[in-house]
């Protein structure tokens, strides 16, 4: 964290000095009221993003017979769609260095696998009788059109399946190594976007605070398409069946097999001929070749 003021002006200059959070509860609390300051990019129609909470201390489970084994400090969701994954840690919890990726992937891999659109549904509806929002104003921000909520919802389940999320690491001040971890995942995970999210924390007289959000990770994401205009591309049993068959598939016009590769006494192998594909029944033995007769590759059909 730098220890550089800011200033505000107004009828005089007043000086706000970096402050820590006291506690790792003040700061989840405070993005759970305040999403705006998680609020960047856009969404799929080129409108601002607009994160709105499903769930603070969102239950993950690791088996469909099993209760949450672990808690997501956050779970929001855009009008696309598009679950974001939040996990808070502050600059004096050493496991914001490492331990933290894999707690996120691990939340990441399961909630995927278990949180059903209901049960989305259910908590996020719950989270608005909690914080007593009305549910008309809450899925104003989130309904486009005549989608209906359990539409929504169901969109939602679909795209945490196919592996479509934002995964967010919020601290305090972002240390390289995290930052070196999120650009390297960002570069190599095509469905879903992962940012590390520097909240810096300013205190001024009384009741005066200012949040600086710096994101990191966002170099690394301007090779891929937004999370929200990606399409799951599956690969079934059927499709890897189809693709093997059609590379093993002996093409006649341009096949040139390698069976001039024989062996002579004393010579070992030997290649008369050079040849750019290989023959199913290549490197046989002269005891192979004289059972079996000639390569097929040089037969007539």
């Not at 093997?244 to 016009?253: C, S, V």
Request: proline fraction near 7%; aromatic fraction near 6%.
């Amino acid at each position: 964290m730098t220890d550089q003021s800011v200033f505000v002006l107004g009828s005089a200059l007043q000086a706000l000095e970096p402050a820590a959070f006291e506690s790792e509860a003040e700061f989840q609390e405070l993005l759970a009221r305040h999403p705006r300051v998680l609020d960047f990019g856009s969404l799929a129609d080129g409108q601002p993003l607009r994160l709105v909470l499903v769930a603070r201390e969102m239950g993950v489970q690791t088996s469909a017979e099993s209760g949450p084994a672990y808690w997501l400090d956050h779970l929001f969701v855009d009008a696309d769609g598009v679950p974001t994954l939040v996990e808070v840690k502050r600059a004096s919890d050493t496991r914001i260095r490492r331990e933290v990726v894999g707690q996120m992937l691990d939340y990441a891999a399961n909630g995927a696998r278990y949180w059903p659109g209901a049960l989305l549904q259910r908590s996020f509806e719950e989270t608005c009788v909690s914080d007593g929002r009305p549910l008309e104003e809450a899925y104003g921000e989130l309904l486009l059109g005549d989608r209906s909520p359990e539409e929504f919802w169901s969109m939602v389940e679909e795209r945490l399946a196919a592996g479509q999320m934002r995964l967010l690491f919020v601290a305090d001040r972002i240390p390289l190594e995290l930052r070196a971890i999120v650009e390297f995942l960002n570069r190599q995970m095509r469905q879903t976007d992962v940012y590390a999210v520097e909240l810096t924390h300013y205190r001024g007289d009384g009741d005066l605070r200012v949040l600086v959000p710096r994101i990191h990770g966002e170099v690394a994401t301007t090779a891929k398409s937004p999370s929200g205009r990606r399409t799951a591309q599956r690969t079934t049993r059927a499709d890897m069946d189809a693709v093997i068959r059609a590379r093993l598939a002996p093409d006649r016009a341009g096949w040139q097999p390698l069976c001039s590769i024989t062996r002579r006494p004393g010579d070992g192998w030997r290649a008369e001929r050079p040849s750019t594909r290989a023959c199913p029944s290549t490197i046989r033995s002269p005891a192979d070749r004289s059972r079996s007769g000639p390569c097929p590759c040089t037969t007539t059909p």
